[in-house]
């Protein structure tokens, strides 16, 4: 007589795969979901790095600085209309556009700040040189 045990393999098989299946809608459901909340510190960091860009940056990256305004006016549209992941995404866009700014007004500066440092120097060298 064969008193072989059923095999736990095979049977928890179609088990393993409907939990997968299960798993994979849930996160494929929570991937699609909006979260529903207005994203209030997103947009005032977004606010925040945008007025910070326009001061001094304004005059050095000011295509920067123009998008980032653009896109913090795109996201207080979104908001308005309650599209709260565009409006993040536009945040965030925004954020990372006046930082940009802010960056390559930074080396603008320095750029500016070297070239004076070696017009200086090559005046020292030329006063020397008459010596």
Known sequence: ???????????????????VIAALAILTLAGCASTGDMPREQMAVAKAAVDRA???????????????????????????????????????????????????SHSVRSNRALGEVREGIRQLREEISRR
């Open 54 to 104: 326009a001061g001094p940056a304004g005059a050095d990256a000011p295509v920067e600085v123009s998008q980032a305004r653009d896109k913090l006016e795109r996201a207080n549209a979104a908001v308005a209309r309650k599209d709260y992941d565009e409006a993040r995404r536009l945040a965030e866009e925004a954020e990372a556009d006046a930082n940009l700014a802010e960056a390559k």
């Open 1 to 19: 007589m064969n008193t072989r045990e059923p095999n736990t393999l095979s049977t928890a098989r179609p088990f393993a795969a409907a939990a």
